[in-house]
T-cell receptor
Framework: DTEVTQTPKHLVMGMTNKKSLKCEQH?????MYWYKQKAKKPPELMFV???????INESVPSRFSPECPNSSLLNLHLHALQPEDSALYLC?????????????FGPGTRLTVT | QQQVKQSPQSLIVQKGGISIINCAYE??????FPWYQQFPGKGPALLIA???DVSEKKEGRFTISFNKSAKQFSLHIMDSQPGDSATYFC???????????WGAGTKLIIKP
């Protein structure tokens, strides 16, 4: 199974809402990533988890809060977002962070902030 | 020096033709060069990748050509099909590093 799943597929939220994005993989990968992708742009790295510990935070605003409850699950908690945060949020995983060149991506969550 | 420059931004090719996308880099520490394919509404998927000790790698209709001295690599899609229409990203990474350095992407359209 080489699949990374993400839920929900689409999310519309107001600026005062709190919501969460969920990502799951069962490939035994120990590195998991959150990316943000704007239209016609490459993915932009937000967070990296290695062995369930946050190892990289690419200066992401605190209104985005990641969580890794176990080695298969990755969440992204959203609070007080801005309209400019509307984007495709992608989760990815790789065997380890040293294998980042071979990442498996989920289909993404299309987020719209109104 | 961390950049990967990708061209063209968009490309239209007739069915059956050869699609060519080019990338260039500066950082000689890069040692892995993957290409990702992304369809609308989907996440990127690893298509093919190469290490700098090899000048060419072929998988089916997809070939990466690598020129270490010029610090350039390219993706060739032979016998291009409408199903190949997607956005293609080149990227670069180096050993034991968490980062992928992405090119800007090329939107490829294959006309029937």
């Amino acid at each position: 199974d080489t699949e990374v799943t993400q839920t929900p597929k689409h999310l519309v939220m107001g600026m005062t809402n709190k919501k969460s994005l969920k990502c799951e993989q069962h490939m035994g990968h120990r590195a998991m990533y959150w990316y943000k992708q704007k239209a016609k742009k490459p993915p932009e790295l937000m967070f990296v988890y290695s062995y369930e510990k946050l190892s990289i935070n690419e200066s992401v605003p605190s209104r985005f809060s990641p969580e890794c409850p176990n080695s298969s699950l990755l969440n992204l908690h959203l609070h007080a977002l801005q309209p400019e945060d509307s984007a495709l949020y992608l989760c990815a995983s790789s065997l380890t962070t040293g294998d980042s060149y071979e990442q498996y991506f989920g289909p993404g969550t299309r987020l719209t902030v109104t | 020096q961390q950049q990967v420059k990708q061209s063209p931004q968009s490309l239209i090719v007739q069915k059956g033709g050869i699609s060519i996308i080019n990338c260039a880099y500066e950082n000689t520490a890069f040692d892995y060069f993957p290409w990702y394919q992304q369809f609308p509404g989907k996440g990127p998927a690893l298509l093919i990748a190469i290490r700098p000790d090899v000048s060419e790698k072929k998988e089916g209709r997809f070939t990466i050509s690598f020129n270490k001295s010029a610090k350039q690599f390219s993706l060739h899609i032979m016998d291009s099909q409408p199903g190949d229409s997607a956005t293609y990203f080149c990227a670069a990474s180096w050993s034991s590093n968490y980062q992928l350095i992405w090119g800007a992407g090329t939107k490829l359209i294959i006309k029937p």
